[in-house]
């Protein structure tokens, strides 16, 4: 088919979106409700003109020390570094802050790095910690209480994205006081969706499922029937790696059509239980047991990491995986790059019974900004905190989001990397796919932001124009798409990990060697091992610790919920 200019042009933004999808999706959202604040005489004409909102600028500006974490991919725009960047200097110029780095490591060496400094008694003024963090410095008396500063200083669109999802405030709160900031994202949009080769059911004569009999039916068909055609048995049916549970390819959602929660807590009875030591195991353990004996899953799986599994989807061998909403953006799209007609469709995890099944998700908040105990200006994270959610979360405008996310003619140019405040709006992909939805059916994007618009056009490309490779968005966030079953999870087909505390001091110390056998436990199985391996693994994980971490994740419990 030959493009045109127009084509062309859609061309370039399917492949912009599928490299900054994840950052456009949780910065979209309403418009900001503040009025803005042109920038001072005094700020530098770099933010003139943008219509920042800004709050009162500390006049004489004041010091702030901070600490971060800059992968060696991260890539800045000429005469820019981490001590001097578009962040910096509007921290300087519209709010009166000098943010001064004590150090920068990769971000694989932060924990360790700042576990070093605390210790040394050389903390700096704004940092960020994971939850043991975060209860362990509260405990040493090592950070603030921002619970008044939060009161007197939280914008309205700052209030609004922290109270989105119900645990974000709730997962910083400590004996009923706030310690810190969470840096939120959309809990639900870690929960597992069913994707399918469209194509191949298609070419199989195959409809869609409505159970998890026909998933194992169509995963069965896919890897003896010959859906691409080649002629040799040489497709899978169910894709997986060595590590089994994740974003691409995970187990969980399999294991949630067993009415199977592994690795969460779920409500039963008056208290909590830990998903994966439950009888609902055997059954999937079992299923998936008898997939593989019958070459429906990749033999190799085992030794296999998520990118040698990634080239197997590429090649177009794999049928099915259990994965998140983006997967499309990645993995997936590189079947469609390499065989046209691959479609790949969600579908709503299916049940084995009748039953709803349910996907499993957690709380998206793994970590916090904090303040160090005594510092004159704590107030100074909360105006950092609403510049952010004020001009860029809920911000239409797209000069605003060149400036302080990147150029989308750059993409790989990640200007929000150069700043630790950085939080996510937790319902922006399902308000957006829902207002998105809207727009297609009244034919008229005119209310959409920016990026919506962009969706709209590339989705309109494919029914249109015919565009294949704008498949991406329609199963993402079309009208059938995945962001349609994130909104259906979220409302009653979903199972939220009742615990979101910090882990418990069993946890701790026991948690990580109980996760390596069930891991070993669940491979072994898989591979052929008897089930009776999981029901002693059930006996070991109480004996080796489980029986005092149950004990102590309840009596949380008894205290949060």
């Known amino acids: 088919m030959k493009r045109n200019a127009h084509q062309s042009d859609l061309f370039r933004i399917i492949r912009l979106l599928i490299l900054a999808s994840l950052i456009l999706a949780a910065c979209g959202g309403k418009p900001a409700s503040a009025t803005p604040t042109p920038a001072s005489a005094s700020s530098s004409d770099e933010f003139a003109g943008l219509g920042l909102v800004t709050p009162n600028r500390y006049d004489p500006p004041i010091e702030l020390s901070s600490v971060i974490g800059v992968d060696a991919t991260v890539k800045f725009l000429d005469g820019n570094d981490i001590y001097n960047n578009v962040w910096t200097r509007a921290y300087r110029n519209l709010l009166g802050i000098n943010v001064n780095y004590k150090w920068v490591v990769d971000g694989s060496m932060y924990d360790q790095k700042l576990g070093l400094s605390v210790n040394s008694g050389d903390i700096p003024d704004m940092f960020h910690v994971n939850a043991s963090q975060l209860k362990l410095y509260q405990e040493a008396g090592l950070i603030e209480d921002l619970t008044a500063v939060y009161a007197a200083e939280a914008s309205a669109n700052t209030r609004d994205i922290l109270t989105q999802?119900?645990?974000?405030?709730?997962?910083?709160?400590?004996?009923?006081?706030?310690?810190?900031?969470?840096?939120?994202?959309?809990?639900?949009?870690?929960?597992?969706?069913?994707?399918?080769?469209?194509?191949?059911?298609?070419?199989?004569?195959?409809?869609?499922?409505?159970?998890?009999?026909?998933?194992?039916?169509?995963?069965?068909?896919?890897?003896?029937?010959?859906?691409?055609?080649?002629?040799?048995?040489?497709t899978v049916g169910l894709c997986m790696d060595k590590d089994l549970f994740g974003a691409i390819a995970g187990l969980q959602g399999f294991f949630n059509g067993y009415h199977a929660y592994p690795g969460i807590w779920i409500e039963q009875g008056a208290g909590l239980a830990y998903g994966s030591v439950q009888p609902e195991m055997r059954s999937a353990l079992l299923a998936l047991q008898k997939m593989y004996a019958d070459g429906q899953i990749d033999r190799e799986f085992g030794v296999k990491d998520v990118n040698a599994l990634t080239e197997s989807i590429a090649q177009g061998k794999c049928g099915m995986e259990y994965g998140v909403w983006w997967n499309p953006y990645h993995p997936l799209n590189l079947s469609q790059q390499n065989y046209p007609a691959a479609y790949w469709q969600a579908f709503p995890i299916l049940s084995v019974d009748a039953a709803p099944a349910k996907s499993q998700y957690?709380?998206?908040?793994?970590?916090?900004?904090?303040?160090r105990k005594g510092y004159e200006h704590p107030e100074a994270l909360l105006r950092m905190v609403n510049f952010w959610t004020d001009n860029i979360v809920r911000s239409q405008s797209d000069p605003i989001r060149q400036k302080f996310l990147g150029d989308i003619n750059a993409p790989d140019v990640v200007l929000y990397k150069y700043t630790p405040i950085v939080l996510w709006e937790p319902n922006a992909a399902i308000e957006g796919g829902r207002k998105l939805r809207q727009?297609?059916?009244?034919?008229?994007?005119?209310?959409?932001?920016?990026?919506?618009?962009?969706?709209?056009?590339?989705?309109?490309?494919?029914?249109?124009?015919?565009?294949?490779?704008?498949?991406?968005?329609v199963a993402t966030n079309g009208p059938n798409g995945a962001v349609v079953i994130l909104e259906q999870i979220l409302q009653d087909r979903g199972m939220l990990n009742a615990f979101y505390g910090v882990p418990t001091p069993t946890m701790a110390e026991k948690l990580p060697t109980l996760q390596t056998m069930e891991s070993e436990m669940i491979t072994k199985v898989i591979?052929?091992?008897?089930?009776?391996?999981?029901?002693?693994?059930?006996?070991?994980?109480?004996?080796?610790?489980?029986?005092?971490?149950?004990?102590?994740?309840?009596?949380?419990?008894?205290?949060?919920?």
């Open 165 to 234: 999802d119900e645990l974000s405030l709730k997962a910083a709160t400590i004996d009923g006081k706030l310690w810190g900031i969470p840096l939120t994202d959309a809990s639900v949009t870690s929960a597992s969706v069913l994707w399918i080769r469209q194509d191949w059911m298609d070419k199989l004569g195959m409809k869609a499922p409505a159970s998890m009999a026909d998933v194992l039916e169509i995963s069965r068909r896919f890897a003896k029937d010959d859906p691409d055609g080649n002629g040799a048995q040489d």
């Open 362 to 371: 957690s709380a998206a908040v793994g970590a916090f900004l904090v303040v």
């Open 527 to 561: 591979m052929g091992d008897s089930i009776d391996r999981f029901d002693q693994f059930v006996k070991d994980w109480y004996n080796l610790g489980g029986t005092n971490i149950v004990e102590e994740v309840n009596q949380w419990a008894a205290k949060n919920r």
């Open 439 to 473: 727009a297609l059916t009244k034919h008229d994007p005119s209310s959409l932001n920016l990026e919506t618009q962009w969706r709209y056009r590339i989705i309109q490309a494919y029914f249109e124009q015919g565009v294949k490779e704008a498949w991406v968005e």
